[in-house]
């Protein structure tokens, strides 16, 4: 049977606005004003059932979500480098890496090689599958140190980072070519069976201020 690697835990979510709720929800703040760096919004969360984001600035910001990113190459069925993309910033515990899909390439046993979505994060993976570490360097994702290159991939993994349970801080670097482009006057909403519970971070204008309500 083919398995793939476990991913943390999973965070429950609520079904928003479902009936018989019998306990108030309250909706929180957090408003940040622009200082032309990267700044983190929101940390990690154990949960979140809804987040709205508005730029009442004059400017484009760029938000991003989650931990940092990689992308990783393969030698012969195993993985023989970790290329990162985006180090992050604000780190004080090097993130958890995972490696996902790539598909198996057992004889009779794997799926056909020609298939685009074998290193899609939800992808067969083969039983003996990458493990790796990341370091830092200050607060930011440096390099991933391969534990075990694995083998019988067809395609190459998507290399997952999430952040260490003691560090909800760590966050992907928004930049104009890196982050959801949030216009001035525009909205991000989520509300409804899922919302992201990673952490969020921002870049703007000085000066600009982009408005963060979000609930438990």
Same mark, same amino acid.
């Given at each position: 049977?083919?398995?793939?690697?476990?991913?943390?835990?999973?965070?429950?979510?609520?079904?928003?606005?479902?009936?018989?709720?019998?306990?108030? %929800?309250?909706?929180?703040?957090?408003?940040?004003?622009?200082?032309?760096?990267?700044?983190?919004?929101?940390?990690?969360?154990?949960?979140? +059932?809804?987040?709205?984001?508005?730029?009442?600035?004059?400017?484009?910001?760029?938000?991003?979500?989650?931990?940092?990113?990689? %992308?990783?190459?393969?030698?012969?069925?195993?993985?023989?480098?970790?290329?990162?993309?985006?180090?992050?910033?604000?780190?004080?515990?090097?993130?958890?890496?995972?490696?996902?899909?790539?598909?198996?390439?057992?004889?009779?046993?794997?799926?056909? +090689? +020609?298939?685009?979505?074998?290193?899609?994060?939800?992808?067969?993976?083969?039983?003996?599958?990458?493990?790796? %570490?990341?370091?830092?360097?200050?607060?930011?994702?440096?390099?991933?140190?391969?534990?075990?290159?694995? +083998?019988?991939?067809?395609?190459?993994?998507?290399?997952?980072?999430?952040?260490?349970?003691?560090?909800?801080?760590?966050?992907?670097?928004?930049?104009?070519?890196?982050?959801?482009?949030?216009?001035?006057?525009?909205?991000?909403?989520?509300?409804?069976?899922?919302?992201?519970?990673?952490?969020?971070?921002?870049?703007?204008?000085?000066?600009?201020?982009?408005?963060?309500?979000?609930?438990?």
């Amino acid at each position: 049977m083919v398995t793939r690697p476990a991913v943390g835990g999973e965070s429950a979510l609520k079904l928003f606005n479902s009936a018989n709720q019998q306990v108030r %929800h309250y909706l929180y703040t957090n408003d940040i004003t622009m200082t032309g760096s990267a700044q983190l919004v929101m940390g990690q969360s154990q949960a979140r +059932s809804v987040l709205m984001l508005q730029n009442i600035g004059s400017h484009t910001m760029n938000i991003e979500f989650g931990s940092a990113r990689a %992308h990783c190459t393969l030698s012969s069925g195993a993985v023989n480098s970790v290329v990162i993309d985006n180090g992050g910033f604000g780190f004080t515990k090097p993130p958890v890496v995972v490696f996902l899909g790539g598909g198996p390439s057992e004889a009779g046993g794997g799926p056909n +090689s +020609s298939y685009l979505g074998l290193n899609q994060p939800n992808g067969a993976a083969p039983s003996n599958f990458a493990q790796g %570490h990341a370091v830092l360097s200050g607060s930011t994702v440096a390099s991933v140190t391969i534990d075990n290159p694995g +083998s019988g991939y067809v395609k190459a993994p998507y290399v997952f980072l999430y952040n260490d349970d003691l560090d909800p801080y760590g966050c992907a670097t928004p930049s104009s070519t890196s982050g959801i482009q949030l216009l001035a006057g525009g909205s991000l909403t989520f509300n409804g069976t899922g919302c992201p519970t990673d952490p969020i971070s921002v870049i703007g204008t000085a000066s600009d201020v982009l408005v963060c309500r979000w609930m438990d």
